[in-house]
């Protein structure tokens, strides 16, 4: 009896996605509870398995757009499993038969009348155009390709090398496209700066470093500070951790604080939120991040991990941006953007002293947020990261 595979949901917001890859393929025996393809949809990628056991025979291919509830694939439940179910080794080339580099390669190339200064440098260097393997559009032979192979540089058994190449836009990137563009044209977005001394952080995680680790399994990092900075400071500034329903004509006050924190992933940037941060100690907040962070590099993160958050923090300093201007992630109405730590040259009490200072960036809803909300807020982050104690102190 054949068993139809179809595209199952993962949420109310998603109606489609694209068939991202085939973990098995049409005449493998596939077990029941065993993974058989991923699809990529705007937000999430997830994995379908298999409901039971059986031949499989694939109705759809990789890169196609699907819907949800569509018919992807058929398993045969009463094939006979094999003695090996790990599907036969696809068979050798052919001895004649010519591989897809060699048919490529034999590939006819479009051909261009030179343009004056190739042939300008044809009859400079005496080289027959012929011969030459061209590099510009349609495999058009240029100047710089003629005098290449006329110094030796490039041979005429050399196919030309792809000047661009094409790839599909990924769901994600289609769907993270559209949110930033979204962002800047429905919002009033402002930045405001400041720099924060990472003295006491970095002086606390080098003094109980070890013994975090020995009591929570788990090592301390900085985000847990800023994320503690963030609901200290969204408590002392209500009016960022906010949103604005023009339509509706309301402002939506929240009164609870699940913080997302962008992670770079292969597919592009996701940002899981933090449940109930001002719930969590600074072990909680770590393990949150591990977890996260896990499930986005194996393309484990669901919907409900990324929705609802009130605020977002994004980290460019792991990647060596020293300052930027990060853009929100509607509709919230505030995100932080830390950055590299660098050791600086500043004022202390009268004195020059090398400190490592980080810059910090809040951009927000300049329609709903003020700038003196925005700046104070800002500055609270910093006294924070500047004096954890306040933390313990709850001040």
Same mark, same amino acid.
């Given at each position: ?53 059986? !031949?499989?025979?694939?109705?759809? %291919?990789?890169? #196609?757009?699907?819907?949800?509830? =569509?018919?992807? $694939?058929? @398993?045969? &439940? ?90 599909? !836009?990924?769901?994600?990137?289609? %769907?993270?496209? #559209?949110?930033?563009?979204?962002? =800047?044209?429905? $919002?009033? @977005?402002? &930045? ?204």
């Amino acid at each position: 009896m054949a068993t139809e595979i179809k595209v199952p949901s993962v949420g109310e917001s998603i109606s489609s996605g694209v068939l991202g890859k085939w973990k098995k393929n049409t005449g493998d025996y596939v077990r029941s509870g065993e993974v058989i393809l991923e699809v990529e949809t705007d937000k999430v990628t997830f994995e379908v398995t298999a409901e039971y056991a059986g !031949l499989l025979t694939t109705l759809a %291919k990789e890169g #196609d757009t699907v819907d949800i509830g =569509q018919v992807v $694939a058929s @398993i045969d &439940t009463d094939a006979p499993a094999p003695e090996s179910i790990a599907g036969a080794p696809a068979p050798a080339p052919s001895a004649t038969a010519p591989t897809p580099a060699q048919a490529e390669a034999k590939k006819p190339v479009e051909t261009f009348a030179l343009s004056p200064a190739a042939r300008y440098a044809a009859a400079e260097t005496g080289v027959d155009v012929t011969q030459v393997p061209g590099t510009g559009k349609g495999g058009r032979v240029t100047k710089g390709d003629i005098r290449a192979f006329g110094s030796g540089a490039v041979s005429a058994s050399e196919p030309p090398k792809a000047r661009t190449t094409l790839r599909p !836009l990924s769901p994600i990137r289609r %769907k993270i496209a #559209d949110r930033l563009v979204s962002a =800047q044209q429905e $919002a009033a @977005i402002l &930045t405001t700066f400041n720099e924060v001394d990472m003295t006491q952080v970095m002086a606390l995680r080098a003094k109980f470093g070890e013994r975090f680790l020995k009591s929570h399994n788990i090592k301390l990092g900085f985000m847990s500070f800023f994320v503690m900075a963030v609901v200290h400071a969204l408590k002392r500034v209500p009016g960022v951790n906010a949103q604005i329903d023009l339509e509706a004509g309301q402002i939506i006050q929240n009164h609870f604080y699940d913080i997302g924190v962008a992670v770079s992933t292969e597919k592009g940037l996701v940002v899981p939120v933090i449940r109930d941060a001002d719930k969590l100690d600074f072990a909680g907040v770590e393990k949150a991040l591990l977890a996260y962070a896990e499930k986005a590099r194996s393309g484990k993160l669901t919907l409900p991990d990324l929705e609802g958050g009130v605020f977002t923090i994004t980290n460019g300093g792991v990647f060596g941006s020293l300052l930027s201007t990060p853009i929100l992630n509607s509709p919230q109405s505030g995100i932080l953007g830390m950055h590299a730590i660098q050791d600086r040259p500043v004022a202390i009490q009268g004195r020059v002293e090398i400190r490592p200072m980080m810059y910090l960036a809040h951009s927000y809803d300049h329609r709903l947020v003020d700038g003196k909300e925005a700046v104070t807020f800002l500055v609270a982050v910093k006294e924070f990261i500047e004096n954890p104690a306040v933390a313990m102190l709850g001040c």
